[in-house]
């Protein structure tokens, strides 16, 4: 890079950060809303443990890249660290009136592809809705011009 500064490096990392502690954010809201379901559905026993470690180790799997700058192992301490930390603190925030960030589930893949899909069916079946009511109108409409007598001028 030609910069005369390093603007742009401190541009990016800002930006790298920011998002990366706001992912880190989401993960632990994640995980204590997870925790206040168990805590109020105990009769459940989803076994969240072993649904989180299963997560965890096929994030890694399939993104484990020999050429990475982290190996699975840094990763797994980062998430097992974020893990301990919002256990820590699940004590405070299994109350309902502590404010958590809202997350929201992940949409399907096919989601955006289907809502478009659809919208487009129905705005056809509008569109050719509207071109059937216009003809029908504008037929009935010139056939009555037709039927009704014409005028004509009275000579004196």
Request: negative net charge; glycine residues 2%; hydrophobic residues 35%.
């Amino acid at each position: 890079m030609d910069d005369k500064d390093d603007e742009c490096w401190k541009q990016s990392l800002q930006y790298f950060t920011e998002t990366l502690s706001k992912s880190l954010q989401e993960y632990s809201a994640t995980l204590i809303h997870m925790e206040r379901w168990k805590h109020r559905n105990p009769e459940l026993d989803v076994g969240l443990d072993g649904l989180l470690q299963s997560a965890v180790s096929e994030s890694l799997s399939v993104h484990s890249d020999e050429r990475s700058i982290l190996t699975a192992e840094d990763i797994l301490k980062i998430f097992n660290n974020t893990i301990i930390q919002s256990r820590v603190r699940l004590d405070h925030f299994l109350e309902e009136s502590t404010y958590l960030p809202l997350f929201s589930c992940p949409l399907p893949c096919e989601y955006a592809t289907q809502m478009w899909f659809t919208l487009t069916i129905v705005m056809t079946s509008a569109f050719i809705l509207c071109c059937v009511s216009f003809l029908l109108y504008m037929c009935v409409h010139e056939n009555k011009g037709r039927r009704s007598p014409k005028h004509v001028p009275i000579k004196f």
